[in-house]
């Protein structure tokens, strides 16, 4: 079974500061997303990267920056985090086919004070 | 622009009963993938059922099963024989062929089964 790591579990943040979410995923898949889960919105998706080095734009980009800078790694990074913010980030990674499932993390809960 | 909606906030039914989640979808696409995701109480987030637009057939995972109707851009989940670990959040999520990697989802039905 494939596996997605995600850390912090749980963060609380100060208006105006820098937060890093990391997701490591120990299956050699190329596809790997971040999403937010806001209650009346489903999963939302932030970033995606196909592979190390790449990263793209998702649905809602703006605020976000993201990192890939291994097969195994992806990162979310908030620079100046506001409380608009606060929610549940999930990490995702998928093999790189377009019938991909996807294997998600366990989820962060980041708020934003 | 694609779209995944659920309609069904949320679902009670009585153990050991059958149920249907509603999903409908919209895309531009001619080939897409649709899936069923499952969000237990602790978070967990897990795939449960995939239906190819191009396959005719339901697509069927143990007790989980789809009703595919591509003329009404349509794809629900029917679960049969309900138990209590069925109690959770199911979205509806959809990708399309045409070059982006986006997986879109609904927002979700919230099921719960009483014993």
């Known amino acids: 079974e494939a596996a997605v790591t995600q850390s912090p579990r749980n963060k609380v943040a100060v208006t105006g500061g820098k937060v890093t979410l990391s997701c490591n995923q120990t299956?050699?898949?190329?596809?790997m997303y971040w999403y937010r889960q806001d209650t009346g919105h489903g999963l939302r998706l932030i970033h995606y990267?196909?592979?190390?080095?790449?990263?793209e734009k998702g649905d809602i980009p703006d605020g976000y920056k993201a990192s890939r800078p291994s097969q195994e790694n992806f990162s979310l990074i908030l620079e100046l985090a506001t409380p608009s913010q606060t929610s549940v980030y999930f990490c995702a990674s998928g093999p790189g086919v377009s019938n991909e499932r996807l294997f998600f993390g366990h989820g962060t809960k980041l708020s934003v004070l | 622009a694609q779209k995944v909606t659920q309609t069904q906030t949320s679902i009670s039914v009585m153990e050991k009963t059958t149920v249907t989640m509603d999903c409908v979808y919209e895309?531009?696409?001619?080939?897409?993938?649709l899936f069923w995701y499952k969000q237990t109480a602790s978070g967990e987030i897990v795939f449960l059922i995939r239906q190819d637009s191009y396959k005719k057939e339901n697509a069927t995972v143990g007790h989980y099963s789809l009703n595919f109707q591509k003329p009404k851009s349509s794809i629900g989940l029917i679960i049969t024989a309900t138990q209590i670990e069925d109690s959770a959040v199911y979205f509806c999520a959809m990708r399309g062929s045409s070059g982006s990697w986006q997986l879109i989802f609904g927002s979700g039905t919230q099921l719960t089964v009483m014993p």
């Open positions: 895309t531009q696409d001619s080939s897409y993938f």
């Open positions: 990267s196909y592979g190390a080095g790449s990263t």
């Open positions: 299956n050699n898949h190329n596809n």
